[in-house]
T-cell receptor, first 112, second 115 residues
Framework: KAGVTQTPRYLIKTRGQQVTLSCSPI?????VSWYQQTPGQGLQFLFE???????NKGNFPGRFSGRQFSNSRSEMNVSTLELGDSALYLC???????????FGNGTRLTVT | AQSVTQLDSQVPVFEEAPVELRCNYS??????LFWYVQYPNQGLQLLLK??????LVESINGFEAEFNKSQTSFHLRKPSVHISDTAEYFC?????????????FGTGTKLQVIP
């Protein structure tokens, strides 16, 4: 069974631009979560989607948004990029409510 | 809101020595507990989990963790570490009190195994 796939692996953008990251969950997993990982803040929860509906959202500004498609694939978008948005963005999928999260290898975003 | 504390940000240990990585969480009615490991330039991988039953859980590579409800702890231990165990370890708590799973991670502990 294929794992969680995140594309692209690396991205370099300049301040003010916008970016879209993609995540394909493990087949059969309907829940997809997004996390931002930085050396200073650790793992910060962004949002979680289940069956195309956002169920939970972390404390990030509205520049961070996401969506989930009917095939459970998910995208997150960051508009008006700031230097502080440089981070590793991790996507995770899970099968059910008490199942562990399965993570992708992440997208490393660098904002210059 | 749930919180997870990993007091040690870095733990150096000599190869073949024992190690304990500490994790404490804030009290809740019912939680599920996990340890994840992250190797450089990779995502997190599940190491072990506690959902119910025996309070001592083991992984396939020699790690074990014990759920202690009275102390709200879930410390990770290994009796003899190997160079390949060098990685960052994250403790996580899953809370279903809101009707759906909310996972909170600790800040991570970097385990450095010294040859």
């Amino acid at each position: 069974k294929a794992g969680v796939t995140q594309t692209p692996r690396y991205l370099i953008k300049t301040r003010g631009q916008q970016v879209t990251l993609s995540c394909s969950p493990i087949s059969g997993h309907r829940s997809v979560s997004w996390y931002q990982q930085t050396p200073g803040q650790g793992l910060q929860f962004l949002f979680e989607y289940f069956s195309e509906t956002q169920r939970n959202k972390g404390n990030f500004p509205g520049r961070f948004s996401g969506r989930q498609f009917s095939n459970s694939r998910s995208e997150m978008n960051v508009s008006t990029l700031e230097l502080g948005d440089s981070a590793l963005y991790l996507c995770a999928s899970s099968l059910s409510e008490n199942s562990p999260l399965h993570f992708g290898n992440g997208t490393r975003l660098t904002v210059t | 809101a749930q919180s997870v504390t990993q007091l040690d940000s870095q733990v150096p240990v000599f190869e073949e020595a024992p190690v304990e990585l500490r994790c404490n969480y804030s009290s809740s009615v019912s939680v599920y507990l996990f340890w994840y490991v992250q190797y450089p330039n990779q995502g997190l991988q599940l190491l072990l989990k506690y959902l119910s039953g025996s309070t001592l859980v083991e992984s396939i590579n020699g790690f074990e963790a014990e759920f202690n409800k009275s102390q709200t702890s879930f410390h990770l231990r290994k009796p003899s570490v190997h160079i390949s165990d060098t990685a960052e370890y994250f403790c996580a708590v899953s809370d279903l009190s809101g009707g759906y799973q909310k996972v909170t991670f600790g800040t991570g502990t970097k385990l450095q195994v010294i040859p």
